[in-house]
T-cell receptor, first 112, second 115 residues
Framework: AQSVTQLGSHVSVSEGALVLLRCNYS??????LFWYVQYPNQGLQLLLK??????LVKGINGFEAEFKKSETSFHLTKPSAHMSDAAEYFC??????????FGPGTRLSVLP | EAGVAQSPRYKIIEKRQSVAFWCNPI?????LYWYQQILGQGPKLLIQ????????DSQLPKDRFSAERLKGVDSTLKIQPAKLEDSAVYLC?????????????FGPGTRLTVL
């Protein structure tokens, strides 16, 4: 069965600094990988996803993630944090015939 | 286009009571999901419908939880009787097809508190 780990339940960065949110997964077959964002009192919204093809995936709001099979990772990055990026970020994995599994989430705080 | 609608937004009940949540997916979306999100955790899939059939309910506690999607449109999730550990946010999501790479569109959730 698949699983997802997200290192750091809470990450704080200064406005304008690099954002790096870590995601590692386990899957016995090539995975499909997703990052979702949840703003306070709102539902989850897709940031980006990897299915096949190019391993560097660009998403909305300037975020991108790179699928690294050798490291079983799908870390999320953004070159310059904005106050509006403060939210909870969830990594998720699925593969052929399996359930959709979310990680525990990382809460991002952006300091002025 | 209208998003996924859920009601109520908040519900407080006592243990052993019953409760029901309603979800109206995005028009035309074939697949509907119910998730349970306990505070501090990621969402956990409870049940997945494609049209009005169940695709996966392996993580649904069937002794107390039930769900239906009559006519393949809106859906209800019921808990009877509720336990303290059912306190969570219940999220509904929908996607256009049934593919695993489909984007899921989430509603705002129903926050359940069981006292």
């Amino acid at each position: 069965a698949q699983s997802v780990t997200q290192l750091g339940s809470h990450v704080s960065v200064s406005e304008g600094a690099l954002v790096l949110l870590r995601c590692n997964y386990s899957s016995s077959v090539p995975p499909y990988l997703f990052w979702y964002v949840q703003y306070p009192n709102q539902g989850l919204q897709l940031l980006l996803k990897y299915t096949t093809g190019a391993t560097l995936v660009k998403g909305i709001n300037g975020f991108e993630a790179e699928f690294k099979k050798s490291e079983t990772s799908f870390h999320l990055t953004k070159p310059s944090a904005h106050m509006s990026d403060a939210a909870e970020y969830f990594c998720a994995v699925t593969d052929y015939g399996q359930n959709f599994v979310f990680g525990p989430g990382t809460r991002l705080s952006v300091l002025p | 286009e209208a998003g996924v609608a859920q009601s109520p937004r908040y519900k407080i009940i006592e243990k052993r009571q019953s409760v029901a949540f309603w979800c109206n997916p995005i028009s035309g979306h074939a697949t509907l999901y119910w998730y349970q999100q306990i505070l501090g955790q990621g969402p956990k899939l409870l049940i997945q419908f494609q049209n009005n059939g169940v695709v996966d309910d392996s993580q649904l506690p069937k002794d107390r939880f039930s769900a239906e999607r009559l006519k393949g449109v809106d859906s209800t999730l019921k808990i009877q009787p509720a336990k303290l550990e059912d306190s969570a946010v219940y999220l509904c999501a929908s996607s256009p097809g049934g593919g695993q790479t489909d984007t899921q569109y989430f509603g705002p959730g129903t926050r359940l508190t069981v006292l």
